[in-house]
């Protein structure tokens, strides 16, 4: 391809981006396609002869847009925010023009000084403290990795390294592959799949520890399994605590767990990747939900969440980067540089050698929103959490199930489980909105949560409408279903238990009741 032809591709590129940003509501959230399907669609080989851009422009909105699920779209409220701003698509863009592998400082000093600074601007917006940040006199800092899994496993293995030293102080004679076989992490059960993955990965028993009754991770649930693992000749080595579960949002008590991983030499890592955590502390009000940071030995949370920069970004700080030079430090002499130890050398950082500029988009991010911009990203998301949140409130069929917290609401259907596995079922059927289900305590529940940076309040009206769309024509059918039932039982053709019976009664009659005050649309 030539230059003529790039900027003529570039630009027909950027349009589309744009258009499809704008009209991003017309699409169904959910893409309506079933597994295969695009192989029906495009060729089996690839082509003998080079192919048109025009050719293949076209084949976006014919091959691709079909099967893809709109993450942006204002009615995606599942799983968690993904970023995604111009800026930051601006940022991606110059890092593949660049086209460099940042892995060391000399590979492309540009590269990793632009990460240690917006690092450090990135920390200080957070309130880290500033043990944690490179600008400090000691050997903290901040570091870009791909993903929070990674992050969770560089913290993990960081901390087996740290630990086979210490207990190698102690016990000289003892073999490294000995120790290593005693060591043990621990995790809530709340904890992200992630975490329980780090723990396969390097090799650790993860502990999934059970929580309280707001998914919290307490101290003397901590403090009771490694003092059953110690008892059995194991070595306690790795906690991570979560702040915002995937599941609740819900914040494992570091004040308790915190002095306990000091106390007993674990490496504390806090994993507030969804970005309903993370991002949220760089509004001073919710600061206080970092409280016992200072504990910390590894701080992770993911701007590709909620903080408008595109995946992948997800920022790591630890309090000491020597335990990771430790753990991951590989000399080859043509990685070598007469620089070594006046700045990072990332890959000593990181599982993989090479690294792309991803400093270049949260660069870009944090310059053209401004703190300020951010902070108002961040309110917006919360108070559209808040308006539906109150819409579910209003409407006495529904019951909210765990604590709103910033973006997420998790409610239900009163009732059975079943009418909420039915309202979500038929929800998904439609594809109109995206919810992803879970249970907390025997409750099956729906969660939602405000992702796109594209929604209003119509767009959580839109959502709610659909939703009691669905709610009324279930209970509309129930209640036929229990008509049918009733009629049927006086001519005696269905012989049903007494209890069932009075079961069926007072849900009629709970029925009737929801009726008189349920909302006008009911009717
Ligand atoms: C999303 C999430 C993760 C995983 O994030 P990746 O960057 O996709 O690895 C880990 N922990 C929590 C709490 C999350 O919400």
Known sequence: MEAKEFKEFGKATIDWIVDYNATIRDRNVLPDVEPGYMSKLIPKEAPQKAESWQE???DIERVIMPGVTH????????????????????????????????FSWISSPACTELEVVTMNWLGKMLGLPKEFLNCSDGPGGGVIQGSASEATLVGLLAAKERTVRRIKTLHPDLDDAVIKSKLVAYTSD??????????????????LLPVDEKCSLRGDTLLQAMKKDEEAG????????????????????????????????MWLHLDAAYAVAGAAFICPEYQHLMSGIQYADSFNFNPHKWLLTNFDCSALWVRDSRCLIEAFNVERIYLAHDKEGLVPDYRHWQIPLGRRFRALKLWFVLRLYGVEGLQAHIRHSIKLAKRFEILVKADDRCEIVTET?????????????????????????????YLTAATYRDKFMIRFVVCSRHCQPEDIDFAWDEITSQVDEILRSKRHQHQLIDCNNTNKEIEL???QLVAIAATIEGLKMNDAKASPKIS
């Open 234 to 265: 194991l070595i306690p080595c790795y906690v991570v605590a979560t702040l915002g579960t995937t599941g609740t949002c819900a914040f494992d008590n570091l004040n308790e767990i915190g002095p306990i991983c000091n106390k007993y030499n």
């Open 497 to 499: 238990p007494g209890k």
């Open 190 to 207: 709340q904890s992200n799949s992630s975490v329980e993955k780090a723990g396969l990965l390097g090799a650790m028993p993860m502990r």
């Open 56 to 58: 293949i422009f076209r």
């Open 405 to 433: 917290i910033m973006g997420l609401v998790c409610f239900r259907m009163k009732g059975d489980n079943s009418l909420t596995k039915e309202l979500f079922d038929r929800l998904m059927e439609r594809k109109r909105i």
């Open 71 to 102: 993450w942006n779209s204002p009615q995606f409220h599942a799983y968690y925010p993904t970023a995604n701003s111009y800026p930051a698509i601006i940022g991606e863009l110059l890092s593949a023009g660049i086209g460099g592998v940042g």
